[in-house]
């Protein structure tokens, strides 16, 4: 018989992300995806165990998860990883990434951060510049609290410009 994974006490009643469960965890679990703000994806493992079969949605907006589950990025410590064991924070997103200095050399599937580090999306498209020494065209995908979901804007208009890229 397995046990939860939380409460060994407890006999295990379902499996969630590789990981057993009792059926307290699992009405828990099942009730705080419930609470998961609208526009984060996925939502179905953005939960986390506070504590006396407390399960509560992660603080936070969901744009690094968003994107950890896009490049598949399961680092950091498991205070900052998913139940799916994905990244949820922008800083550990980019733990080990090179910082680009120049926007000539962003690619598709770079990693974007703003200024503040408080938000962060994926390059997903790239047009060349029209002129010679002009600036590239970079296309940012990223999961919006602001914009209710996932959604594409213009690095240089929505973003003004601003912000960094990891390789």
């Known amino acids: 018989m397995s046990r939860c994974i939380l409460h ?13 469960y009792c059926g307290i965890c699992r009405d828990g679990i099942t009730a705080a995806r ?17 504590s006396n079969d407390n399960w ?5 907006t969901g744009c690094a998860h968003w994107v950890a589950h896009q490049l598949n990025l399961q680092h950091g410590s ?8 994905y990244t949820y924070r922008v800083r550990t997103l980019t733990v080990g990434r090179h910082a680009v200095s120049d926007l000539s050399q962003v690619r598709v599937n770079d990693i974007y951060v703003t200024p503040p580090v408080d938000h962060t999306g994926l390059v997903i498209r790239i047009t060349p510049p029209i002129r010679a020494g002009g600036q590239p ?6 999961d919006s609290s602001a914009q209710h979901g996932v959604k594409e804007n213009d690095f ?3 973003f003004h410009g601003r912000g960094s890229f990891y390789h």
């Open 56 to 60: 509560q949605p992660i603080t936070g």
């Open 156 to 158: 240089a208009t929505y």
């Open 78 to 85: 498991s205070g900052e990883r998913c139940m799916a064991g």
């Open 34 to 50: 419930g609470r998961v703000d609208r526009h984060v994806e996925p939502k179905e493992c953005f939960v986390w165990y506070q």
């Open 8 to 20: 060994p006490g407890r006999e295990s009643l379902v499996t969630i992300f590789a990981r057993n």
């Open 137 to 142: 065209s970079i296309v940012i995908r990223h």
